[in-house]
């Protein structure tokens, strides 16, 4: 995929330039929106130029490794007054400190809460019949992905965040890109994080393109969706952080495949670390909101000092060198 990566300061029209160039798009596009502010965005895929544009810029910073054939550098520096900025140095200097300090305590609230429901994940799989989800789910797959030739492939996306507004879950997206839905019902994750792993390579070994959503308290090591596009077909996971309700879905509440018994053993362990880690969510939610409120003030000195003329005129650039408008089209972009 060709990369090209914007490098520019907060509030330079980075955002803007990509939902501009993702409204010109004749094709699919895939929106990659901000957690720090879902109204942002951070990338945008075109999905049928086997290209990407993204924010290349801190929290998240790319580095070419391949200049020029893998990697195009967009830089919007140039737009940006230092002229301007200067005076204002010491006040800039101070609000990019205290935002990344409020960022990090806000990881780190994350991080706990995240161990805290990890703990409560490992509890449940002391309950559960690994054995009967497993041929659970040779027999739903057999039903539902016909095999084919070769092996399948895979796009990972994240449906899911901890935002300034709290959990924020893209629900829609599933609706835009299936009709079938069998949502798996499991609070604490054991169960279903098992299922969708064998429904991963399931779908993989059938010959399936598959897009793979992680959970976004623990990315490496557990899928909460499976979306099969050429199916039509979307597996989910439902709990409390990102409730789901889709028409016509098959749901299955994953205690049928636990020992009731034995969990109701660590029913105070699991009450404890629920609540602890949704108060720690919630502190973290009210960090990010603070370090937004610094990004803010950042962005107001700089959209001060940027020539926007210029960065439209770089936007178009990149309109043509995506192939989303004629070399020959007049110069103009959409709202």
């Known amino acids: 995929m060709q990369l090209y990566l914007i490098k520019s300061g907060p509030g330079c029209g980075k955002s803007t330039m990509m939902k501009q160039l993702a409204q010109l798009s004749q094709g699919p596009v895939q929106r990659i929106h901000c957690s720090s502010d879902p109204n942002s965005l951070d990338g945008v895929?075109?999905?049928?130029?086997?290209?990407?544009?993204?924010?290349?810029?801190?929290p998240h910073t790319m580095e070419p490794l391949a200049p020029g054939a893998d990697e195009?550098?967009?830089?919007?520096?140039?737009?940006?007054?230092?002229?301007?900025?200067?005076?204002?140095?010491?006040e800039i200097r101070a609000l990019f400190a205290r935002n990344a300090s409020l960022r990090s305590r806000a990881a780190r609230y994350i991080a706990s809460a995240g161990s805290l429901l990890l703990d409560s994940r490992?509890?449940?799989a002391c309950s559960t019949d690994f054995e009967k989800a497993r041929k659970y789910v040779k027999r739903l797959c057999a039903r539902l992905m016909p095999r084919k030739n070769g092996t399948g492939s895979e796009q990972i996306r994240l449906l899911s965040a901890i935002t300034p507004q709290g959990p924020v879950f893209y629900g829609g997206t599933i609706r835009a890109m299936?009709?079938?839905?069998?949502?798996?019902?499991d609070e604490y994750g054991a169960a279903s994080r098992f299922l969708m792993e064998q429904i991963h390579g399931?779908?993989?070994?059938?010959?399936?393109?598959?897009?793979t959503c992680p959970c976004a308290l623990h990315p490496e090591d557990k899928i909460d969706h499976i979306l099969i596009p050429e199916l039509r077909l979307a597996f989910v996971t439902d709990n409390s952080w990102h409730p789901v309700s889709l028409p016509g879905q098959q749901a299955v509440r994953c205690t049928r495949f636990l020992d009731r018994t034995n969990l109701s053993g660590f029913r105070a362990r699991l009450r404890f670390n629920s609540r602890a880690a949704q108060e720690l969510i919630q502190q973290a939610s009210a960090l990010m909101a603070s370090a937004k409120s610094c990004h803010d003030e950042?962005?107001?000195y700089y959209r001060a000092a940027v020539d926007f003329t210029a960065v439209e005129q770089v936007t178009r650039d990149c309109a043509r060198m995506l192939g989303l408008v004629s070399p020959h089209a007049p110069e103009q972009l959409g709202d």
Do not use: M, N, W
Not at 178 to 185: E, L, M, P, S, T
């Open 178 to 185: 299936a009709d079938r839905y069998v949502i798996f019902r």
């Open 45 to 58: 895929v075109f999905c049928d130029k086997q290209a990407a544009i993204l924010d290349a810029t801190a």
């Open 72 to 90: 195009i550098v967009v830089s919007l520096y140039h737009t940006i007054s230092v002229e301007a900025l200067h005076p204002h140095r010491e």
């Open 202 to 211: 399931e779908a993989l070994a059938r010959g399936y393109q598959i897009i």
């Open 122 to 124: 490992r509890a449940e």
């Open 298 to 300: 950042l962005e107001s």
